[in-house]
């Protein structure tokens, strides 16, 4: 009888760690997920930060030619702001695929904590059976 309740009860512990463990890693991924969309934001001011000082030299040189900004030159300086666009969204859409990963994850973090806790529950209840159904074999005979 004793094996069954110490069976029980570790079981249970086991399941209760399982839930515990499950929803620490999610919570782990969606720190990440934060941490991503930071990150994103801060590639994207770098990138135009970058593309600001790019245009700023571009203007410069222009200025610097004697010539308008016009023809050629503005052409120049439209395609740098339309590339840093661009770029700025594949930043944007990265950064949102890898979150979208760290939600995934996070669900898929708990899901697995809630099915092993669920086998815990199964095993110790399974345990207390197993123990009724051998002391009612003894008692029969």
Do not use: C, H, P, W
Not at 28 to 42: F, I, M, S
Not at 101 to 123: C, D, F, L
């Amino acid at each position: 009888m004793l094996d069954a309740i110490l069976g029980y009860k570790g079981n249970m512990a086991s399941a209760k760690a399982a839930r515990q463990v499950g929803e620490y890693n999610a919570v782990v991924a969606e720190n990440e997920k934060v941490l991503l969309q930071r990150a994103t934001r801060q590639k994207e001011a770098n990138l135009r930060k970058s593309a600001e000082r790019l245009q700023a030299t571009q203007r410069v040189a222009t200025a610097k030619s004697g010539i308008q900004m016009s023809g050629s030159a503005l052409e120049a300086l439209k395609d740098t702001f339309l590339n840093t666009e661009l770029d700025a969204i594949g930043i944007r859409y990265a950064g949102s695929i890898e979150e979208a990963a760290k939600i995934n994850e996070a669900a898929m973090a708990r899901t697995t904590g809630r099915a092993q806790s669920a086998q815990y529950k199964t095993a110790a209840y399974r345990t207390v059976l197993q123990s009724g159904e051998k002391m009612a074999k003894v008692m029969m005979g």
